[in-house]
Nanobody, 121 residues
Framework: QVQLVESGGGLVQAGGSLRLSCAAS????????ATWYRQVPGKQRELVAG???????NYADSVKGRFTISRDNAKNTVYLQMNSLKPEDTAVYYC???????????????WGQGTQVTVSS
């Protein structure tokens, strides 16, 4: 069984920084594409950033220049470095990834449980 576990959320003042981690556990071969989403109550889940095979990345316009997505393949972990945080970044952040496990011939998609980020003004 594969699990994605997010960590690193918390309360920070506007202008501050946080680094979120998404660690995949289980019998992992590799993480293919990985994305970070965020959601606030009453709104749809929003794509924040993605990192793909070959190292391509993309970002929502609202976070470009402030957030950086990266990965450590040896640790099966994806990161989201968030700088210059704004109150409107407040949300639950979720990790989503296509993970290839040793017991599978193809990757499957998984979601983490979410981590709360709160930015105070």
């Amino acid at each position: 069984q594969v699990q994605l576990v997010e960590s690193g959320g918390g309360l920070v003042q506007a202008g501050g920084s946080l680094r979120l981690s998404c660690a995949a556990s289980g019998s992992i071969v590799t993480i293919n594409a990985a994305t970070w989403y965020r959601q606030v109550p009453g709104k749809q889940r929003e794509l924040v950033a993605g990192i793909y095979s070959g190292g391509n990345v993309n970002y929502a316009d609202s976070v470009k220049g402030r957030f950086t997505i990266s990965r450590d393949n040896a640790k099966n972990t994806v990161y989201l470095q968030m700088n210059s945080l704004k109150p409107e970044d407040t949300a639950v952040y979720y990790c989503n990834a296509d993970v290839l496990a040793h017991w599978s011939v193809r990757p499957y998609n998984y979601w983490g449980q979410g981590t709360q980020v709160t930015v105070s003004s």
